[in-house]
């Protein structure tokens, strides 16, 4: 049987280059300059594949997408775009894509992924059905990095469902922001995203914070209180750092889960519980298991579709791209222009391993905010020193978190609510690192549990 790929894309060298690029891989190659003209030539010359580029004049790609899927739902659509933040890789992925390339193409990956479009088209017509496109889709997220970007095409396929995700990493890489990009691609969008901290709590308190209570359950119980799960409606509940609760919740968590309904604390009634579950985690599940501090029975019930997040270090050319990200964020909440980064900032940041990944970076960029003149951030700015061989060179833990308080506290000139926002700390803690480093001189109030001016 023939194999053949229509290429769309504006770019007159991409239509000259591509045919011969592919003629190991496919049998026809043609091209088009529009999505109007694909959809011409497609009425008379039907294919397999069609690869087109995302921004175009006229009709784009995605619209291209949405059209062929109405249409022509046995053609399988390849996208791409020089786009860096990848804005539509979620969005493409619920329209029905089947993979996402970014430019420049890597030829061996483009080739790789119409070899496997192709071998799936061929399964699905030896098990009688047509090419699968991709499920529903996810949330703009920030980076190019081919780990990131296989987490937004999960996102995508797991958005249109209810089934329960597990999202795993390290602490700092983004696992909330994975959970709403999903909540908020779903059909459930409208519906409240719920997110709870569970090592915030103790068991007892967790419990009633879920499930809710009801007047007079406990002591200090002086009326009914909704719970999580009634408040998430058929929304999305976030269990953040499910490995850290006790085997006690994680029994009746399973129950919930297994009979979708809950009950208050107190109540003789149980309520139905309609919200999906997310949870994450930066622990290993398997290993929590078999030393039997979690359920092995709740892990495979949660675990239908785990979704891991790449840890910054691990994909150290996101790095600049995240800092422009950040920079842009933080001066439109402080009401400047965007800094520049000078070329050597921009090398000390990349050489830096982050192993409070990217909250530490954005962090970071903070602070540079902050503490930029003149519209460029230097190296200075960033707070991370140069590279230091010897290990004794660096300070003692409680050296470094006085310094950074107190270079927090010069920058926002004492305002200790903007200090703590800058940190991410509350303000009592904040007030007891002032105390415990003596440095309420710094502060507006002039003491640690003094009030801001602001």
Known sequence: MERSILVVDDDERIR??????????????????????????????????????????????????????????????????????????????????????????????????????LEDRTHAREAGGGPSGAAEAGDVLVGRDPAMVGVFKLVGQVAAGRTNVVIRGESGTGKELVARAIHRASPYAREPFVAVNCTALPGTL??????????????????????????????TIFLDEIGDTSLDFQAKLLRVLQEHEFYPVGAERPEVMEA???AATHRDLEALVKRETFREDLYFRLRVVEIPVPPLRDRPGDIHLLAEHFLRKVSANTGRPPPVLTDEAVQLLSAHTWPGNVRELE??????????????????HLGLGGVVADPSDYGSLQAVERGHVEDVLRATRGYKSRAAEVLGISRPRLDRLIEKYDLAHLTRGGRPGGGDED
Request: aromatic share 4%; net charge negative; glycine share 10%.
């Open 16 to 117: 000259a280059s591509l045919p011969g690029a592919l003629q190991d891989e496919v049998d026809q190659v043609r091209v088009a300059e529009s999505g109007e003209r694909a959809l011409a030539e497609l009425a008379e010359h039907p294919v397999d594949i069609v690869l087109t580029d995302v921004r175009m004049p006229g009709m784009d790609g995605l619209e291209l997408l949405t059209l062929l899927r109405q249409r022509l739902p046995n053609v399988s659509v390849i996208l791409m775009t020089a786009y860096d933040d990848l804005p539509t890789v979620a969005l493409a992925m619920r329209e029905g894509a089947v993979d996402f390339l970014v430019k420049p193409l890597e030829l061996n990956s483009l080739r790789g992924v119409i070899r496997r479009v």
């Open 206 to 235: 967790l419990e009633s914070e879920l499930f809710g209570h009801v007047k007079g359950a406990f002591t200090g119980a002086e009326s009914d209180h909704r719970g999580r799960f009634a408040l998430a409606g058929r929304g």
């Open 276 to 278: 999906r579950v997310i």
């Open 363 to 380: 962090n970071c960029l903070t602070r540079a905010v902050l503490l930029a003149s003149g519209g460029v951030v230097r190296e200075e």
